[in-house]
């Protein structure tokens, strides 16, 4: 089973730029769809987007659509989630995760996860 490792985040104003990265080992990177989810405060874990494993292609929740993307180096088998143009309500802690489904928008889809990694947006 992979193990995900997560770095980056902190704080930011809003308008700014933040990249995640999730590191994978004990498995080939390549071999899964890997999402990002992210979970704010008294609030359910929500899907923020994915690289799918077959194509490579990616799905964005609306509420990031147009403001982070998701890349992925195979051959370093790391997991990018760039987030630009960041709002004081995507303040959560954020969570990669891999799945063996194509299409994974559920985190019930998902059986590895990264422990997460608090980003704090702030006005």
């Known amino acids: 089973q992979v193990h995900l490792v997560q770095s980056g985040g902190g704080s930011v104003q809003a308008g700014g730029s933040l990249r995640l990265s999730c590191a994978a080992s004990?498995?080939?990177?390549?071999?899964?769809?890997m999402g990002w989810f992210r979970q704010a405060r008294g609030k359910e874990r929500e899907f923020v987007g994915y690289?799918?494993?077959?194509?490579?292609?990616?799905d964005y929740a609306d509420s990031v659509k147009g403001r982070f993307i998701i890349s992925r180096d195979n051959a370093k088998t790391t997991l990018y989630l760039d987030m630009n143009d960041l709002e004081p309500e995507d303040t959560a802690r954020y969570y990669c995760?891999?799945?063996?489904?194509?299409?994974?928008?559920?985190?019930?889809?998902?059986?590895?996860w990264g422990r997460g990694t608090q980003i704090s947006g702030s006005s």
């Open positions: 690289s799918n494993r077959v194509h490579g292609s990616t």
């Open positions: 995760a891999a799945s063996w489904y194509d299409f994974a928008r559920n985190v019930d889809h998902y059986g590895s």
């Open positions: 004990g498995d080939t990177l390549s071999s899964y769809t």
